[in-house]
């Protein structure tokens, strides 16, 4: 009984593994802080992609720039290789990780050095199909 309920889970799986399209784009050494990319991946992970790209066009800060040209690069991505539209896409994981940190020093009060820390990062996204959820 079990075994035979497990080949069936292992072939459900396999179909959706088959009928699941994944498209991915990668963004490394990001000139901004993971900390202040992060809520704004927040509100647009697991959106439709035309969706998130009309809320980040819409929100008025330079940190959505990266985010932004990164999903157009997905969806470029997902054009050239099975020729998928924006509109039949969603985004299915999207992160942001920490880089490298650029530490250097600055003056500080009564001559001590004050570390400095310019934090990178790295954000990568995988778009799916709708139909695949």
Request: proline letters at 5%; one cysteine or more; glycine letters at 4%.
């Amino acid at each position: 009984m079990k075994k035979a309920q497990a080949k069936e889970n292992k072939a459900a799986k396999a179909e959706q593994i088959e009928t699941s399209e994944q498209f991915g784009a990668t963004a490394r050494f990001v000139k901004f802080s993971p900390y202040k990319l992060r809520p704004i991946v927040d509100v647009v992970r697991g959106k439709d992609v035309p969706y998130a790209l009309r809320w980040l066009t819409t929100y008025r800060t330079q940190r959505v720039q990266p985010i932004k040209k990164l999903l157009e690069s997905a969806i470029a991505n997902a054009k050239n290789l099975k020729d998928r539209d924006a509109e039949s896409l969603m985004i299915k994981e999207i992160k942001v990780d920490g880089g490298p940190i650029h530490r250097y020093f600055k003056p500080g009060a009564m001559g001590r050095a004050q570390i400095q820390r310019k934090r990178l990062c790295h954000i990568s996204i995988t778009l799916q199909t709708k139909h695949s959820r």
